[in-house]
Structures are given as C-alpha cells and as structure tokens.
C-alpha cells in the first residue's frame, strides 16, 4: 500500500471515529485501492472465519460461512446487492455490531464493500500465462526490440523462459518484479498496456507465475 492511500486510510479510520460513536460507518471503500480486483476466495472468504462468524454459521443457518461454501450461501440468501452495494444485507448486518466476538476493522469493511462494489464475483479463475499474457507482449509491440537479442525475449514459445530465468518476475511479489517496474515506469511502449491489461499481468504474478 502507498503511503499516499495508507495515510487516507488511518485518516479515514479516524474520522470514522470521530463521527460515529454508536456505530463505526463504513470506511469509502475508494481509501484502499488494490491494482486489482477484490478477490472473494483469498480476501473475503478468510475474514468470516477470522472474526469467528464461523462459530455460528457452519450450516445450520444460512449464511454458511465455511470455508468453500460462503459464497453459494450469500448468493442464496440474497445477501448482497451489487446495484446498491451499501444496503446489502451483508453490510447492513455488519455495520449493526451483529453478533461479532472480534470486531471487524475498518479495512475489512471496505475490503467487502469493493468487493460487492466490484460485482460480488465469486472465485475467480486463474490467469492463463499462455492464453492471457504472453499474447499482450505482441499486441502491444513489445516484441519489436525484445524478440532475441535484448532480454527479456518476449516472442510467443520465448516469453516465460525468458522471464523466469532472468528474474524478470518473481512469484507473489508484482511490486518487486522487474517486469512491472518497467511497465509502471512506462518503459518504452509504443501503444501501452491498458489498466486491466497490467491488472492481468499483476494477477498472473501474484498467483505464482504459472506456465499455464
Ligand atoms: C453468536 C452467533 C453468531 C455469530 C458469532 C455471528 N452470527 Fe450472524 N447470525 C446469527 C443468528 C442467530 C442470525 C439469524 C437471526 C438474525 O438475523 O440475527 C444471524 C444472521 C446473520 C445474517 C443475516 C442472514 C439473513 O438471511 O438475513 C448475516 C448476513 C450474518 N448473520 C452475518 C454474520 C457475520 C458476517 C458474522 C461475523 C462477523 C456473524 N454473522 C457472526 C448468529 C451469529
Ligand atoms: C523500442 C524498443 C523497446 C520496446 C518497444 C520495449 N523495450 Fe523493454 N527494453 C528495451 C531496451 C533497449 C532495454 C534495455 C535497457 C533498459 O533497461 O532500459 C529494455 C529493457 C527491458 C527490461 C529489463 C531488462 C533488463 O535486462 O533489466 C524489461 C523487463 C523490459 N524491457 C520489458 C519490456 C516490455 C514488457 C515491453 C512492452 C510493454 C517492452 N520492454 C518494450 C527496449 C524496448
């Protein structure tokens, strides 16, 4: 997180404080901005079992927090509604100091919120190295000098070789991989990879770099 948003959010955090002092009011879900989408399987679905909302719901009634199983339940139950993300049930429950043993932090709160905000999607694939990445290197003309004789060879059969054992990218870490540095520093694109376009390249990294 930059220092920029971390700064917004312990402000915001405090304000939240200051004006509220019944109920802590959810947090603008824009004060943490992840370069990419809120992902439910690592980000949301962990927060439910962290707080203990798992002590109670595991089945019995809905929804069923259980690891694998949280999101058909939300759906199920209706519990989100992404046209009006703030008065989803979910959050309106949250935001009554339901039943919580550990309260929720105002990061988690704002973690849901842009989830629901981002469409509530549920697990999400993993990127295709093959199918999604490697292509864009083409398509954005990287390939015109990196196609052999300058590292990292970016050519479609080349591009992961390449990347991998130059340590262009290293795995789970997109801030500190080469290949993103250059991308974020506008290196030498003729048209430039498009937001989602490095989203996709970011994801691809934090998920591993698969050859897949
Ligand atoms: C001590 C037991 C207990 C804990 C812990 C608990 N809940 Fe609940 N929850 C209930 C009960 C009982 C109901 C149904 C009655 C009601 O709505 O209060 C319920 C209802 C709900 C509903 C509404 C379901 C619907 O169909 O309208 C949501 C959403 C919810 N809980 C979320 C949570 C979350 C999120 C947590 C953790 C932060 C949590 N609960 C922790 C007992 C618990
Ligand atoms: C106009 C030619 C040109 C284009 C187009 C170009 N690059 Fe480069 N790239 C270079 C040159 C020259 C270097 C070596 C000098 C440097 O590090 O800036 C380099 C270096 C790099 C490096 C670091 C290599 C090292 O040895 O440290 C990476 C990573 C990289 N480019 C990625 C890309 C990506 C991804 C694209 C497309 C989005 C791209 N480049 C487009 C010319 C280009």
Not at 61 to 76: I, M
Not at 196 to 203: E, G
Request: net charge neutral.
């Amino acid at each position: 997180m930059k220092i920029k948003q971390l700064t917004a959010l312990v402000f915001g955090v405090l304000l939240t404080g200051l004006v509220s002092c019944e109920y802590q009011t959810i947090v603008p879900y824009d004060v943490i901005v992840p370069e990419t989408p809120v992902d439910f399987s690592t980000q949301i679905e962990p927060i439910f079992t962290q707080l203990d909302c798992v002590s109670c719901h595991t089945g019995s009634f809905e929804p069923n927090f259980t690891v694998g199983k949280a999101y058909a339940s939300l759906v199920s139950k209706n519990l989100f509604d992404t046209a009006n993300p703030s008065n989803s049930k979910l959050i309106l429950q949250i935001n009554s100091g339901h039943n919580t043993t550990v309260n929720m932090t105002a990061v988690q709160k704002a973690l849901i919120l842009r989830w629901i905000t981002e469409g509530a999607k549920g697990v999400v694939p993993p990127v295709s190295f093959k199918t999604e990445v490697e292509p864009l290197f083409a398509a954005v003309g990287c390939v015109q000098c990196h196609s052999g004789s300058q590292i990292p060879d970016l050519r479609v059969g080349k591009a992961f070789a390449s990347l991998t054992s130059n340590n262009f990218v290293i795995a789970n870490n997109s801030d500190g991989s080469k290949l993103i540095q250059y991308i974020k520093a506008g290196h030498n694109t003729a048209p430039s990879l498009t937001a989602a376009q490095k989203a996709l390249i970011t994801k691809w990294i934090m998920e591993g770099i698969k050859n897949n």
